[in-house]
């Protein structure tokens, strides 16, 4: 079984920044893609970032520039440095790790005031 433990949501003000950190335990294929979803209240889930072990990423439009995400393969942790952030950027934020299927961590919430 694989679990998923996130930390780093809070509040921030309109252009501060914040990180998050997940971490990944349990039995975990080498090769596999984690990666950072978004739910705001009243709207779907939405991919934020995501990166393969390999390293490749992909962004959503909304967050390119402004967003990083990036991954430790020896800790199993994944991270998202997000900077500049808006106040549309406000979410519950849940990290993912697809393998042979998908785990889904418990989220964290991330507000951003104006």
């Known amino acids: 079984q694989v679990q998923l433990v996130e930390s780093g949501g809070g509040l921030v003000q309109a252009g501060g920044s914040l990180r998050l950190s997940c971490a990944a335990s349990?039995?975990?294929?080498?090769?596999?893609?984690m990666g950072w979803y978004r739910q705001a209240p009243g709207k779907q889930r939405e991919l934020v970032a995501v990166v393969t072990s390999s390293g490749t990423t992909n962004y959503v439009d909304s967050v390119k520039g402004r967003f990083t995400i990036s991954r430790d393969n020896a800790k199993n942790t994944v991270y998202l440095q997000m900077d500049n952030l808006k106040p549309e950027d406000t979410a519950v934020y849940y990290c993912k790790l697809t393998a042979a299927r998908e785990y889904w961590g418990q989220g964290t919430q991330v507000t951003v005031s104006s």
């Open positions: 349990g039995s975990i294929f080498r090769i596999n893609v």
